[in-house]
Each structure stands twice: as C-alpha cells, then as structure tokens.
C-alpha cells in the first residue's frame, strides 16, 4: 500500500514545479497542425517567455489541478501495480531482472492509461486553451476543471473522457516499461558497480536516464494522443480531424513531415527530467520516512 500512496504523492509534488514545461510541450505538439500557418513560439523557451509575458504566471500553470490529479491517480497505479508485481514474480530488491521488470511495466502501464485518461483529456485540453491572439491548435472554452468536466460530460457522455485512449494507453505502456526497467537498471549498475551508494545522488541520475529513455519511446504516442484529446468534434460527436491514431499519424507525417512526431520532445524532457528526478528522490525519502512509522 505505501508504495502506492508514496507514488501518487511524489508524482503530485514535482509537476507542481514542472508544469510550466507540460503547458510548452503540449502547446507545441499542436503547433503547426495540419500544416497551419501559425507558429507562436519558436522553441521551449522562447514559448516560456511569450506565455509569461502575455498570459502571466497563471499561463504558465493552466492545466494544473488535472495534472495533479493525473499525477496522483496515474502515479500511484504504477508504482503500486510495478512494485506489487515483482513481489509477486519473486524479484527481489538490489536484483536487476530487466526482462521481468519490463513486463510488469507494460501491465502497470496500461492500467495507469486506462485509469488517468479522463485527467490527461481534462490538463491537455486546458492547457492548450490561451485566449490568446497567437493561440495554436484548437481552443476549447473552460472556465475551469469542473467547467470542462461539464462540458465534456454534457457534449460527449462518458467517451469524451477517453478520447484518444486508444493512443493514450499505448504511450502509458511505452513510459511505464522503458522510465521503470531504466531507472531499475540504472540504479542497481550504480549501486553494484560500486559507483554510487543507494541515495539522493544514485536516485538523481538513475531517474535522468530514466526520463531520457521513457522521453524518446513514448514521444510519438503522446504527440498522436495529445492531438486526438484536442480535436474538435461536430454536433453529431465526430471527429473533425482524425479518425484514430493511425489517421493522426498519416495526416501529421503527410502534411509536416516525419519529424513532426517529436514535437515538443525538447520540452518534454524537460519537464520529465526534473519530475521523475524529483518524483523518484521523493518516492524514495518518502518511502523511507513511511517505513520508519511502520517500525519496519
């Protein structure tokens, strides 16, 4: 169970300092959509600036109350799901057994997708929504989170808080398996290596690796995903620009090129360095302090 409510309240805590590269990233993966002409921001931090300048602080941090909810629900699932799992397949702490470890990431990835989907539906949209003359992608009118809750419930139903799961899930899985077998591996080298001893510092650079390698193998899923939750839809609750993932990713490679599936990769290693940093270092402190209360 503490690996559970340690993973959520970790993951809380550090996108409170990050989001402001979350709102970048999804920004520019929708910039340029469809090969629209307008291109607000030139890059990770020039886009920092311009939200900063012409939307303040609050710019910066929309999306902030789904995304801790994302955070909270999604974290904890696959934490809780991936540490329960290699009890129960018998791998046991300082082991490095990537091969299993990978697996248990798929599972707890999928269910940490399936279960947060309606949060990463509510952040991205918000997130994109400026009000803003330079605004990009389609902009979506919430006054807030309950506001877009009903919105989308009254619009949409119930599947309007899955769009784009389909794409969704598989970016879950891709995280999930690569940041946990990564970080796993990372730090049990360290530690049996001798390079490091298990703390802070260990945690530190096992968890950039880690964000490193989840970054580059779930950055198309999350561009496709981000783009399908976006959309607009037509009173009849059709899409207006793609149909599924395969259509997103045929319409983006067709009419920006291949590249165009890692836009905004920079921004969100930005964000994941320093969060799963912070995210791993204060799951583990706040492992310990859990245990220690335990008497274990």
């Known amino acids: 169970m503490e690996n559970f409510l340690c993973g959520g309240v970790s993951a809380a805590c550090a996108i409170c300092v990050v989001n402001p590269f979350d709102v970048v990233k999804s920004r520019l993966q929708v910039q340029g959509e469809m090969g629209a002409g307008n291109k607000a921001y030139s890059g990770v931090f020039s886009a920092l600036a311009d939200i900063g300048k012409r939307e303040g602080i609050r710019g910066l941090y929309k999306g902030l109350v ?18 329960l799992g290699k009890e129960m397949m018998g791998v046991n702490k300082g082991e490095n057994k990537s091969g299993k470890n990978f697996q248990i990431g798929l599972m707890s990835g999928a269910s940490a997708g399936l279960l947060a989907c309606p949060f990463f539906v509510l952040k991205t949209q918000m997130q994109i929504q400026s009000g803003v003359e330079n605004s990009v992608g389609h902009q979506h009118k919430h006054s807030g989170m309950w506001d877009a809750v009903k919105t989308i419930a009254r619009n949409e139903g119930i599947k309007g808080f899955f769009r784009g799961v389909d794409a969704f899930v598989p970016r879950c899985i891709a995280l999930v398996a690569f940041q946990m077998t990564s970080y796993d591996f990372a730090k049990t080298r360290l530690i049996s290596k001798q390079m490091l001893q298990d703390g802070p510092i260990c945690h530190m650079i096992s968890s950039a690796f880690a964000a490193g390698c989840a970054c580059l193998a779930m950055q198309p899923f999350d561009l496709v995903g981000s783009r399908m939750m976006n959309q607009p839809f037509s009173q009849d609750g059709k899409p207006k620009l793609y149909r599924n993932p395969i259509d997103c990713v045929v319409k983006t490679v067709k009419s920006e090129g291949p590249l165009a599936l890692y836009k905004g990769v920079s921004a969100n290693y930005l964000r994941m360095g320093p969060q799963y940093i912070l995210t791993f270092m204060f799951f583990e402190q706040f492992l310990i302090l859990v245990k220690r209360a335990k008497g274990d």
């Open 66 to 83: 789904p995304a801790i909810w994302f955070q909270m629900v999604g974290n904890s699932c696959r934490f809780g799901i991936y540490h």
